[in-house]
């Protein structure tokens, strides 16, 4: 989603965040961009206290709620003290990859010095003939010859876009319910109770023994229900969830203001009545909305500062003139670039089925909208995959996103990212047909110069007599 900008400077969300480029866009925050992520006074130091107290935690949110950037950002960096070893873990793996457990395993040796490396891979070989599970549940709860004993700081296993892992299904899914059920759980699981009826000593450490290794799982609200059938074989489930939603009032402010109030003797690249006037025209309210009912999608807010700041060709502070009509382009140009690549009949079912934010927002079940989807691409046998890409790239462009029905807490539903958007749509869906009139006439010019050149072309052919070949050099 690149925007070529008359300044000439690159977009802020193509490289790293910097002093000067502080907002990441649309993309979610890395863990090193840790001084220039603001907005999460209230929930990271909840989450972090949520994770120290339970061995599961499951983070989730709408689609562009900004859970990576949290994880990223802000619980990943906090992490790193002395007691604590976070340890970031993909969901999903090639098919040749190895187990889950073991990538965990492998995942947490990485980040530990290689006296402790050799220290735990000792502890595997005595135990190889368990599977990882039941090796990970033994080295987290034997005091005297496990984790606990190497000295090492404790992990945290870090797993983004579990949902991925849910819609999936089959042998992964199967793989990490059964890990999450023996590290979630106090209790030693089935296949080790022979081994503890033979080894008495190890049954009297387990006694004792602790379980500070913490495992948090980030997914969308709308695939918890995916969870459901965990939750008998896994107790910890119950008590587990960190709902994360929008930014608002204060926390909005400071993700606006605070990162461009960075750079070394220069002003804040956003006066403080500019930071302020942005929050309230992305929070879609009223002119002048209670500051604590203010809720902002972070991405959008994102996404708005650094084309703000983009814009600045040069200038110490970005312009508080115009900055409403300025705020709505950006607003239109994302949706007008995220509708371009697909038919209009994918524009109009959003403007159609999704709103334009005049009354209360509809919730279309996410699997009804894709059949929508696939019949706006035509129908036909490749319409099915044609839809999951644009419903894909709608989301990624955080135009849409999936959340779970708020009348049974489960089922996904689609909306706009915010409302705000739904009340642009419209100017977008006007922006658009200029375009594609644009490309239409310039097809019929060419069309007609194609034209008059053969006519021309026949009229010399006739008033000319025949040119004779050029004779060949070869005899």
């Not at 404790?154 to 797993?159: D, I, K, M, Q, R």
């Not at 008495?200 to 969870?227: F, Q, T």
């Not at 459901?228 to 119950?238: Q, R």
Request: charge should be neutral.
């Amino acid at each position: 989603m690149g925007h070529n900008h008359p300044t000439g400077q690159v977009r802020a969300s193509e490289v790293p965040a910097s002093p000067e480029l502080p907002w990441v866009g649309l993309r979610p925050h890395q863990a090193q961009e840790q001084a220039l992520f603001f907005g999460r006074t209230t929930e990271l130091p909840a989450l972090l206290d949520h994770l120290a107290r339970r061995p599961l935690t499951v983070l989730h949110g709408p689609a562009g709620a900004g859970r990576t950037s949290l994880l990223r950002a802000g619980v990943q960096p906090a992490l790193q003290a002395p007691h604590w070893l976070p340890v970031p873990v993909d969901a999903l793996a090639p098919d040749e990859a190895p187990t889950v457990g073991e990538r965990l395993f492998a995942a947490m040796l990485a980040r530990l010095n290689p006296v402790l490396r050799r220290t735990l891979a000792r502890f595997r070989a005595r135990h190889a003939e368990h599977g990882w599970p039941e090796t990970l549940w033994l080295l987290f709860h034997d005091p005297s010859r496990g984790y606990q004993a190497s000295g090492a700081p404790w992990p945290a296993f870090l797993v983004d876009d579990f949902d991925l892992v849910l819609r999936r299904g089959g042998r992964v899914a199967e793989e990490w319910r059964r890990l999450l059920s023996c590290l979630a759980s106090p209790r030693p699981p089935a296949v080790l109770h022979r081994l503890l009826r033979q080894d008495a000593a190890l049954a009297r450490r387990l006694e004792n023994g602790g379980h500070r290794a913490r495992i948090l799982l980030s997914l969308r609200s709308a695939a918890l229900g995916g969870l459901t059938p965990w939750e008998e074989e896994i107790p910890a489930l119950a008590e587990s969830g960190f709902p994360l939603g929008g930014l608002r009032g204060e926390d909005a402010f400071q993700a606006v203001y605070e990162p461009g109030a960075r750079r070394a003797g220069a002003p804040p690249i956003f006066r403080a009545a500019s930071a302020k006037q942005v929050v309230k025209l992305l929070s879609g309210t009223a002119a002048d909305p209670s500051w604590e009912k203010i809720e902002v999608a972070p991405a959008l807010l994102s996404h708005v500062c650094a084309e703000l700041n983009a814009a600045r060709a040069g200038a110490a502070q970005v312009s508080a003139e115009d900055l409403p009509a300025r705020v709505d382009v950006l607003l239109v140009g994302l949706l007008d670039q995220a509708l371009a690549p697909h038919p209009p009949a994918v524009r109009r079912l959003l403007a159609e089925r999704l709103g334009d934010g005049t009354g209360p927002a509809p919730l279309i079940a996410e699997e009804e909208f894709r059949a929508e989807i696939a019949r706006a691409h035509g129908g036909g046998p490749d319409a099915a995959a044609a839809a999951d890409e644009t419903f894909c790239h709608l989301l990624s462009a955080r135009v849409l996103t999936v959340d779970a029905n708020p009348a049974d807490g489960a089922s996904p539903v689609v909306r706009w990212l915010h409302p705000v958007l739904a009340r642009h749509q419209r100017a977008a869906a006007e922006i658009s047909v200029v375009p594609a009139r644009r490309h239409r006439w310039l097809a019929a010019a060419a069309l007609l110069a194609l034209g008059l050149a053969a006519g021309m072309g026949a009229w010399f052919l006739k008033s000319h007599p025949a040119i004779p070949p050029v004779p060949s050099a070869v005899p």
